[in-house]
């Protein structure tokens, strides 16, 4: 099972908005809606902030959504804050009972 | 509030075996999928494997099948990852996960496991 694919690197500025990619292929992303974010301060266990495509967890702030078109899913961080400066990471059931779920290969984004 | 405790990773040969658990509180433990997760430091997570709430199922990532074996125990609310035959690229921080329909909404802090000679 190949890992989701993540651009490396996002970055903007305090109040701008950022989105993060992340696409697979039809029997993952594409296929089901199963698609959750996970923001990943420096030394902490990741927290899930974004669940089944585009809901958002109690608590997470709503500057975070979930999008999918096709077989790419879209991570948007609006009104971006010093604080949201972390590592993201997408993950998606891989389509088959047994096989499991599937990662993206995480992306750091930067407030300048 | 729920808290998921590892326990057990250290340093260990190549070749060698490690048992990994985890203690889980704060909400009814028997009644959830579980899950371990890795990550090598500065790179992303790795599924590994999963088992179901009653312990009657287990899947696993291609990477570990066959050399790793994931349990519970709903009495004592413990989850444990049995890893044996370890190559230097299982070396990683190893999370476990309790999910919620298909999402991972509580993360242990993890356990270190470290292969080398």
């Known amino acids: 099972q190949s890992a989701l694919t993540q651009p490396r690197s996002v970055s903007g500025s305090p109040g701008q908005s950022v989105t993060i990619s992340c696409t697979g292929t039809?029997?993952?992303?594409?296929?089901?809606?199963?698609v959750s974010w996970y923001q990943q301060h420096p030394g902490e266990a990741p927290k899930l902030i974004i669940c089944?495509?585009?809901e958002r967890p109690s608590g997470v702030p709503d500057r975070f959504s979930g999008s999918r078109s096709g077989n790419t899913a879209f991570l948007t961080i609006s009104g971006l804050q010093p604080e949201d400066e972390a590592d993201y990471h997408c993950?998606?059931?891989?389509?088959?009972?047994?096989?499991?779920?599937?990662f993206g290969s995480g992306t750091t984004v930067t407030v300048l | 509030e729920v808290q998921l405790v590892e326990s057990g990773g250290g340093l260990v040969q190549p070749g060698g075996s490690l048992r990994l658990s985890c203690a889980a509180s704060?909400?009814?433990?028997?009644?959830?999928?579980m899950h371990w997760v890795r990550q090598v430091p500065g790179k992303g997570l790795v599924w590994l494997s999963g088992?179901?709430?009653?312990?009657?199922?287990?899947i696993y990532a291609d990477s570990v099948k066959g050399r790793f074996t994931m349990s519970r125990d709903n009495t004592g609310n413990t989850l444990y990852l049995q890893m044996d035959n370890l190559r230097a690229d299982d070396s990683a921080l190893y999370y476990c996960?309790?999910?919620?329909?298909?999402?991972?909404?509580?993360w242990g802090q993890g356990t270190l496991v470290t292969v080398s000679s």
């Open positions: 039809s029997s993952d992303v594409g296929g089901r809606n199963f």
């Open positions: 996960i309790k999910e919620l329909s298909q999402d991972f909404d509580y």
């Open positions: 088992i179901k709430s009653d312990g009657s199922d287990t």
């Open positions: 993950c998606s059931h891989a389509g088959t009972y047994t096989s499991g779920y599937v």
């Open positions: 704060g909400f009814t433990f028997r009644n959830y999928w």
């Open positions: 089944d495509v585009t």
